[in-house]
């Protein structure tokens, strides 16, 4: 089964900008993202969902992950 993601962050983070990024780190595919989810929308297997809210509930088998601009920056400049 592929994974699911969630990346939470303020508007303007950068969320957006490094979304392919992003999805590319965690799952492979440049492309296997969903921008401006929010919890009334499915989750989509093998996919990073984008959202500004942390999820309110926790979903099994899901990865939540607190998206940071600066540290994400300086992960993929190694």
């Known amino acids: 089964m ?3 993601f969630i990346v939470h962050g303020p508007r303007g983070c950068g969320k957006t900008r490094f979304a392919s990024q ?3 780190s965690l799952t492979g595919s440049a492309d296997a993202y969903v921008d401006e989810w929010d919890e ?18 926790i ?8 998206f940071d601009s600066l540290n994400f920056r300086s992960m993929t400049q190694r």
């Open 22 to 24: 992003i999805a590319k």
């Open 40 to 57: 009334t929308q499915p989750l989509q297997h093998g996919k990073v969902h984008l959202t500004v809210q942390r999820p309110g509930r």
């Open 2 to 4: 592929r994974k699911i």
């Open 59 to 66: 979903v099994p088998g899901v990865t939540i992950i607190a």
